[in-house]
């Protein structure tokens, strides 16, 4: 059984018995957002598949309470999906995040690429607002799992963090390869690549294909970043078999 996802609240330290918890800032925050009060039920979650039902028992400016159940564990969807994005500009970087944890990526890799704007030094200082925003995002959703977040780190190095044996694309406005249709066996793991708003370059589509990806189309259609981010993983995911 679990409450409604509107309120859910993140608890870093679920305990694994009956008993009471204090809830961090953040989430006393989004407790008064909610405006919950002594007696309302909830249900609280960590991030990494943990989840506990809960009741207020005290809510106030500075501190809020809830008496939790035992916490149990959420399996994880055993058919992954990890995404690599080229660095955008301005705050399309955590629609993205967003977006890719509401749908139940398991992780998202930033890549510096030749087109890329903004520098990867800028991101560092992004990352706890972005694990902030897939905290909000499971909240909403309802993922028990917030995707693993990893720094701007070139594309051949993120390309050697793949599986051999997992499914690996690069999406590519310039590729004339079409989308093979989904498999009646579908792969435990996938590799989706998306460039910045300026693209990936040729030579780093041929780096990525000597590392067994394959550059595929996604239509005529040239996409705009978010367009492309929610385009990318709604096909991975159907290949996956996840959306049946």
Known sequence: MSWPHARRLYAPELPDHEGELELIEESRKHAQVLRLRAGDELELFDTDGHAALATVLDLGPKRARCKVAPRRLIAREPRALHVVLGLPKGDKLDNAVRMLTELGAESIHIAQSERAVPKPSELQARLPRLE?????????????????????????????????????????????????????????????????????????????????????????????????????????????????
């Not at 435990?188 to 370059?201: H, I, N, T």
């Open 132 to 244: 902030r925003i897939t905290r909000e995002a499971c909240a909403q959703s309802g993922q028990a799992y917030a995707p693993i977040l990893h720094g701007p780190a070139s594309l051949e190095q993120i390309a050697e963090r793949a599986d051999p044996g997992a499914t690996k694309w690069v999406l590519w406005e310039e590729s004339a390869t079409p989308r093979p249709r989904a498999p009646s066996d579908a792969p435990a793991q996938m590799w989706v690549v998306v460039g910045p708003e300026g693209g990936l370059a040729p030579h780093e589509v041929r780096g990525l294909v000597e590392r067994g990806f394959v550059e595929l189309s996604i239509g005529s259609a040239i996409l705009r970043f978010e367009t492309a981010v929610i385009t990318a993983a709604t096909l991975a995911l159907d290949y996956l078999g996840r959306l049946r």
